[in-house]
């Protein structure tokens, strides 16, 4: 199989605080894992895209210092939204490519952010 | 810059009415077409991956087919079960996505 999960699956926190989530590959190894926003009805847009020991490469318009992105290992990337505002609440996935180079991306469950 | 257009943007079935989905896409280097099956709240689910025009991948009631200017999805005698929003996508220098069709399938 090609397992990630994400953790937690819901999250409700203070604006101004900072949010860490967990992404994991869970039964292969990944170089590349990926991180995504999805507004309600709508499709997948992808924030950034994370190496294992190097830095994350964002797209245009998505704000690094304030999602920040550690891809530590091969099988853990971290996004932390750091002094979250509402603007922030969204549904965010990450995904995760295997080693052997295919391109198919596996996603995880996705986090439901919520910012009061 | 790389484009998916799904349609329809919703389709309500029968049970056991076969239809099928498209996805037209333009792409600079065509890397992969992806179909994914989402269900409310939760991340996508892998389907298919297709590389070249002409290829075709089978699925219990699924089957994805790929010219170069347009995939279909095809379903064939869908169940309640089936009822999601698939997405379609096409990895050029990144993976973009279509806006989805949704599915519902009465029984």
């Known amino acids: 199989g090609a397992v990630v999960s994400q953790h937690p699956s819901r999250v409700i926190c203070k604006s101004g605080t900072s ?15 990926f991180w995504y926003r999805q507004f309600p009805k709508k499709s997948l847009m992808l924030m950034a895209t994370s190496n294992e020991g190097s830095k ?6 998505v704000e690094k210092d304030k999602f920040l992105i550690n891809h530590a290992s091969l099988t853990l990337s971290t996004l932390t939204v750091t002094s979250a505002h509402p603007e922030d609440s969204s549904f965010y996935i990450c995904s995760a490519r295997r080693l052997s180079g295919q391109e198919t991306q596996y996603f995880g469950p996705g986090t439901r952010l919520l910012v009061l | 810059e790389d484009q ?3 349609s329809p943007e919703a389709l309500r079935l ?3 009415e076969s239809s099928s989905l498209n996805c037209s896409y333009t792409v600079s280097g ?5 179909w994914y099956r989402q269900d409310p709240g939760k991340g996508p689910e892998f389907l298919f991956t297709l590389y070249s025009a002409g290829e075709e991948k089978e ?3 699924l089957k994805a087919t790929l010219t170069k200017k347009e995939s279909f999805l095809h ?3 869908p169940k309640p079960e089936d009822s999601a929003t698939y997405l379609c996508a096409v990895r050029g220098n990144k993976l973009v996505f279509g ?3 949704i599915l519902r399938v009465k029984s």
């Open chain 2, 4 to 6: 998916v257009t799904q």
């Open chain 2, 14 to 16: 029968q049970e056991g």
């Open chain 2, 75 to 77: 379903i064939t005698a």
């Open chain 2, 59 to 61: 699925k219990e009631r």
């Open chain 1, 56 to 61: 994350a490469t964002y797209e245009q318009g």
């Open chain 1, 19 to 33: 949010v860490k989530i967990e992404c994991r590959s869970l039964d292969f190894q990944a170089t590349t894992m």
């Open chain 2, 99 to 101: 806006a989805g069709t």
């Open chain 2, 30 to 34: 065509l890397r992969g077409l992806f």
